[in-house]
C-alpha cells in the first residue's frame, strides 16, 4: 500500500506563492520519480514537472517553463515540495502528486501507477 499524502493548496491572489507538499506514509520512498500533475476544470491533467528521487534532477514542464516554479525533495521526511511563485490565475487547477516512473518514462500520466488525493490551488486576479 502506497498512500501519498498532499497538501499546501489554497486561494491566492495573483503574484503570491505556494509550496505543496507530497509526503509517502508507511513506507520509504523507493520509487524512481515523484512528479506534479494539474488538472483545471474541463481540460486533461498535464504533466508540471518531476524529481527524480535518488538523484534529485528536476525537469519542468512546458506548462511551466520558464515560470518560477521549482521542485525539490527531502528524502528523510519522504516528502517532495512543488514550490509555486509569482502564481497566476491560470494556475488554478488541482494539483496532484505521483510516484512511480522509469528510465526515460517520467514524464506522461500513464508512467505513474501512485497517485495522491490532490489539493485545490485557487488563484484570483
Known amino acids: 500500500q502506497v498512500d501519498l499524502v498532499e497538501s499546501g493548496g489554497g486561494l491566492v491572489q495573483t503574484g503570491d506563492s505556494l509550496r505543496l507538499s507530497c509526503t509517502q506514509t508507511?513506507?520509504?520512498?523507493?520509487?524512481?520519480?515523484m512528479a506534479w500533475f494539474r488538472q483545471a476544470p474541463g481540460k486533461e491533467r498535464e504533466f508540471v514537472g518531476r524529481?527524480?528521487?535518488?538523484?534529485?534532477?528536476?525537469?519542468l514542464g512546458d506548462s511551466v517553463q520558464g515560470r518560477r516554479f521549482t521542485i525539490s525533495r527531502d528524502k528523510s521526511q519522504n516528502t517532495g515540495y512543488l514550490q509555486m511563485d509569482d502564481l497566476k490565475p491560470e494556475d488554478t487547477a488541482v494539483y496532484y502528486c505521483a510516484a512511480g516512473g522509469s528510465v526515460g518514462a517520467a514524464t506522461t500520466r500513464g508512467n505513474f501507477r501512485f497517485w495522491g488525493q490532490g489539493t485545490q490551488v485557487t488563484v484570483s486576479s
Open positions: 508507511g513506507r520509504t520512498f523507493d520509487h524512481y520519480a
Open positions: 524529481i527524480l528521487w535518488y538523484g534529485g534532477y528536476t525537469l
